[in-house]
């Protein structure tokens, strides 16, 4: 059973006290992970703590989110009186900051992920929210003072994970917000095009090779496709550019689940998955030890890439 939510306000009494804080956020971080993470690492700088914020390296599209200087690699983290883990659906999804975590005197989880386990000491998580970065806004609104590199952080994070508004996760409450981060003067534009607008070759060729893998299944109820090692490797690629693709192939007319499938080595293949209305492609992700949220989730299954979307094929033929 899913403990009940603490309050801001027990969350922040925890935080204030705390001297020395290391935040991290999800293995392959996203815009909404990195920046959440960077926005309250950067308001609890200037509240005078010690702040260190675990990230794997990302996508260079991240690189204009400020207050990067704040963050190191798992293996150069020091132990933290306080952990606050974001963006986080489980302990598992930290990757190597998993250790430390479990190490920290204090332990908080801030999510909004459905499949969120409550792994925290302190616990909040919102499923309703339309991003990590949307709860990080409403816990430091009133409490800590934000400035235009905080603001341009949640406003990342927030039209990532909305898609640009466009998700139906969007609420007035996210505009209201949006309205907010937007009054401080941030470049929302650039932002916005960085995120949706502009890609490296190697990433345009990568989707091209991904779209033309594409294969329609089950009558057209499910679309499908996947990349291997070897053509990111061939196309100069990374796999930290892979993440537009899936949405791409849930925009095709009729399809009711899409589904994209790289390799991360010949053994570990990460599946990203979204359904249409009535699709449930958390429960999908969870039968593989993922998650997510009901229309957007993924895993990552220990299997050679052919045998990975086989499993998670019938299993999609059960949903429909």
């Known amino acids: 059973m899913k403990k009940a939510n603490n309050s801001f306000d027990e969350i922040m009494e925890w935080v204030l006290s705390a001297e020395t804080i290391a935040l991290a956020g999800h293995t392959n971080p996203d815009g909404d ?18 702040v260190q914020v675990i990230l794997e ?32 659906g489980d302990e598992g999804r930290l990757g190597d900051a ?26 909040y998580v919102a499923a309703q929210a339309s991003s990590t970065s949307e709860i990080i806004f409403r816990m430091l609104e009133g409490r800590l003072p934000i400035t235009a590199a905080e603001a341009a952080g949640l406003y990342a994070g927030l039209i990532y994970d909305t898609g640009g508004f466009r998700h139906s996760s969007t609420s007035p409450e996210t505009m209201r917000i949006a309205g907010v981060l937007m009054g401080y003067g941030i470049p929302f534009t650039e932002i916005y095009n960085r995120f949706f607008d ?7 060729k990568l989707m091209g090779r991904a779209l033309s893998n594409a294969e329609l299944l089950f009558g057209g109820d499910v679309v499908c496709s996947q990349i291997t090692a070897a053509e990111i490797a061939e196309l100069g690629g990374s796999s930290k550019e892979l993440d537009a693709i899936i949405n791409y192939l849930k925009g095709v007319l009729g399809a009711k689940v899409a589904c994209f499938f790289y390799e991360k080595t010949e053994t570990d293949v990460k599946g990203s998955f979204r359904g249409n209305d009535g699709y449930d492609v958390c429960a999908l992700a969870q039968k593989f030890g993922g998650g997510g949220h009901v229309k957007a989730a993924g895993c990552t299954i220990s299997a050679p890439i052919a045998g990975a979307k086989e499993m998670v094929l019938a299993e999609v033929e059960k949903m429909l």
Do not use: M, W
Request: hydrophobic share 40%.
């Open 198 to 204: 502009s890609r490296s070759f190697s990433e345009l």
């Open 98 to 123: 998993a250790e430390i975590f479990r190490r920290a005197a204090k332990k908080i989880n801030i999510d909004h992920h459905e499949s969120n386990t409550c792994f925290g000491e302190l616990n």
């Open 57 to 88: 390296k990302y996508a260079d599209k991240y690189q204009l989110i400020p207050n990067g200087h704040l963050v190191c690699a798992a293996e150069d983290a020091r132990l933290p009186e306080l952990f606050l883990a974001l963006d986080c």
């Open 33 to 50: 992970a990195i920046g959440a993470c960077l926005a309250l690492g950067g308001a609890l700088e200037k509240a005078g703590k010690q």
